[in-house]
């Protein structure tokens, strides 16, 4: 059973930094072709994508993080991470870290991480 765990959540003020780790339980091999992603609710709001990264390294990033977040990857342990500067209260929500694999069409998803933006 493929276990994703996320840490690095807090509280930080506005315009600080905040990097967000996630590392899967799954053999490297398939780490390194998942695609990667991060994706966040807020109270009373939908899930939605933050950003994510192919197993080439391409990325794609919500217009609202663009140029303040950034994704990276770490294959040999398993983890991906997100480098969050800049941010603002409306960035406040519980981030979820996903793996897809593409050729199982399988998705996991971890347990949620709490960032809070607050002054």
């Known amino acids: 059973q493929v276990q994703l765990v996320e840490s690095g959540g807090g509280l930080v003020k506005p315009g600080g930094s905040l990097t967000l780790s996630c590392t899967a339980s799954?053999?490297?091999?398939?780490?390194?072709?998942?695609?990667m992603g991060w994706y966040r609710q807020a109270p009373g709001k939908e899930r939605e994508a933050v950003a994510n990264?192919?197993?080439?390294?391409?990325?794609r990033y919500a217009d609202s993080v663009k140029g303040r977040f950034t994704i990276s990857r770490d294959n040999a342990k398993n983890t991906v991470y997100l480098q969050m500067s800049s941010l603002k209260p409306e960035d406040t929500a519980v981030y979820y870290c996903?793996?897809?694999?593409?050729?199982?069409?399988?998705?996991?998803w971890g347990q949620g991480t709490q960032v809070t933006v607050s002054s």
């Open positions: 990264m192919i197993s080439t390294g391409t990325t």
């Open positions: 799954m053999s490297s091999s398939m780490f390194s072709i998942s695609t």
């Open positions: 996903r793996a897809y694999i593409s050729y199982a069409d399988r998705t996991y």
